[in-house]
């Protein structure tokens, strides 16, 4: 894994292929008000950890392990709480502000 816009932009290697670029979305402060806007648009942490459930269900189902099914379970976790924020940002009406 390489860094090409550090917590936005990523080259990730693959098995055969030289890599692959997973990007997150950009936003930065609108001058003059608490409002974000998108600089570049991609994926959230919250899709990427429901691709990785899936993979790693999958993983488990053709041969279970004990380290799975710990690494779904802290995955799912992971998820939960990132859902939390996300909705408690949204219940305070400060989601897709700057403010904390």
């Given at each position: ?77 992971a ?7 996300n ?14």
């Amino acid at each position: 894994m390489r860094k090409i816009d550090k917590g936005h932009k990523y080259e990730l290697k693959n098995l055969h292929e030289p890599h692959q670029i997973l990007t997150f979305i950009k936003k930065t402060p609108v001058a003059g008000s608490d409002k974000l806007e998108v600089v570049y648009d991609g994926t959230t942490n919250e899709e990427v950890l429901k691709a990785l459930i899936d993979r790693m269900e999958y993983l488990n189902s053709v041969l279970s392990s004990r380290e799975d099914q710990h690494v779904i379970t802290l995955l799912k976790k992971a998820l939960m709480w990132l859902e939390k924020r996300n909705h408690d940002r949204k219940t305070r009406k400060v989601r897709g502000t700057n403010k904390a």
